[in-house]
């Protein structure tokens, strides 16, 4: 049995995973030990179906000693006007190069692909390889790091939890480029972003809107991708925070938060006449919207139970289908929602959100925090944990969060200083842009309201915590 003694076991390479080892390896002398299941880094990337790309700019993706892509100003299709989004495929590459290039060339870096992690026996942890099943041994000198904690789940890793008949045809998205026959109708099912990319992906390949069936139990809110673009166009995301704060100072209650969000352009519905439940950070460019509201037939009848041949019933009813019909899973639930719990733990660190919407930047912060500070009472202190997004509510929650925590970095000298120099922080250059009116009208917007608005968000919270216990 082979024995192993490292600084850092860290389970998991997908995107936190790569983040948080990329900076603890740049900021310390730190050896570490990386195991993935998967044949190469990645994550659920590697399970994505064809046509994923990111919803938000390349520039802030990744892993911070390394750009994903050129910073380049899309000039065609409906992204034309902001910033490059990377391919499902271009980001697998990116973090192949990563590990080969950089992580693994330092010598402070192991990778163990198609490897599970067992547990830990005693005062050691094994791995497994999962094709010859020899176990290895790790002696961890510091600290175990979870970076699957979060872990997603696709169409093409989950299972349904619906019924589904034999004769039925229903494909993942990962399927549905394989199709070599036409349909008589496509039913998407799913209201998340799967579910958004694969009906502009249908509109895309020359389905007409009418031919496409979606069924979305619950409506998700939406952001504009116009107010969250960074390095030139950082201007506007700065107005865009600039109006969340002033409405979250503002607010009455968390129905009026909402209202006010939608009034200025930062919560957008994808109907004009439904009001959203939901909220998972999906960004959208007003033509991908557009293209969306051209599908009239959308089903809102609750989650879907059986799929038959000839009907799919639903929690609050039935609708017709047919033999012909291809019916698109896109129910899966994205980015695990498994409660907060604390960052850092005596011989454990479990990566989590600490800024809403930008994992790679929180798990490269939570390294940078493990390789600078001593105390995990000082490093908590540092990391709150930002809660999972799933309903509209725990947005209000989130926000919470995000705000007071950009507080307590930019107090700190070092952090906000690493803080400008991270290629993952959506908000950095903002020095660059302070002879811009627009910086100006959005920074001074924001100085005034962010203390209100962080008093004001501690009562909203309440009103939501007292609405959940009655």
């Not at 496409?212 to 030139?232: G, H, M, Y």
Request: charged letters at 20%; aromatic letters at 8%; glycine letters at 8%.
């Amino acid at each position: 049995m082979r024995v192993l003694d490292v600084d850092y076991l860290v389970v998991g390479a997908g995107a936190s995973g790569m983040a948080f080892t990329d900076t603890l390896v740049t900021e310390s002398g730190a050896n570490v030990l990386m195991v993935e299941r998967r044949h190469r880094p990645g994550g659920h990337w590697n399970d994505g179906y064809p046509f994923v790309r990111l919803h938000q700019p390349s520039a802030y993706y990744g892993v911070n000693s390394r750009p994903l892509g050129r910073d380049s100003i899309d000039q065609l299709g409906p992204n034309s006007g902001f910033y490059e989004r990377a391919s499902g495929a271009e980001v697998c590459d990116y973090y192949q190069r990563v590990l080969d290039e950089d992580l693994l060339a330092s010598s402070q870096v192991r990778f163990y692909g198609m490897h599970d992690y067992v547990g830990r026996m005693s005062a050691e942890h094994q791995v497994v390889n999962r094709l010859t099943g020899e176990v290895t041994n790790v002696r961890v000198r510091h600290k175990l790091v979870d970076a699957t904690y979060l872990e997603t789940s696709l169409p093409s890793t989950h299972a349904p939890s619906f019924d589904v008949e034999s004769n039925a045809r229903l494909v993942t998205p990962n399927e549905l480029v394989g199709l070599t026959r036409p349909a008589s109708g496509y039913t998407v099912i799913g209201a998340g972003k799967t579910s958004m990319d694969t009906c502009n992906w249908l509109l895309d390949n020359g389905v007409p809107p009418e031919a496409i069936r979606w069924i979305r139990p619950r409506d998700p809110w939406t952001l504009d991708r116009f107010f969250w673009q960074p390095l030139a166009l950082l201007p506007w995301l700065m107005e865009g925070v600039s109006r969340q704060v002033e409405a979250a100072a503002e607010a009455a209650d968390p129905a009026d938060l909402f209202g006010r969000l939608e009034a200025c352009g930062q919560f957008i519905r994808l109907d004009p006449e439904v009001r959203p439940a939901t909220f998972r950070g999906a960004i959208l460019s007003a033509v991908e919207r557009e293209r969306l509201g051209q599908i009239e037939n959308v089903v809102r009848q609750g989650r879907v139970l059986r799929i038959g041949t000839d009907e799919i019933v639903l929690k609050e009813g039935s609708i017709p289908t047919d033999g012909g019909q291809v019916h698109v899973d896109c129910t899966a639930a994205g980015l695990n929602r498994a409660p907060i719990r604390p960052v850092f733990e005596p011989g454990r660190v479990t990566l989590q959100w600490l800024q809403w919407g930008v994992l790679p930047f929180s798990a490269a912060l939570i390294g940078f925090i493990e390789a600078t500070r001593d105390s995990d009472t000082d490093k908590n202190w540092l990391c709150p944990p930002s809660p999972p997004l799933g309903e509209a509510a725990h947005w209000v929650r989130a926000l919470d969060v995000t705000l007071r925590s950009q507080v307590t970095w930019q107090s700190d000298p070092e952090i906000a200083g690493w803080m400008e120099r991270s290629r993952l922080n959506v908000a950095r250059g903002v020095s660059e842009h302070v002879d811009d009116p627009r910086m100006q009208s959005a920074l001074g917007r924001y100085l005034a309201n962010v203390q209100p608005a962080l008093a004001n968000l501690e009562q909203l919270c309440k009103q939501l915590e007292a609405l959940a216990t009655t």
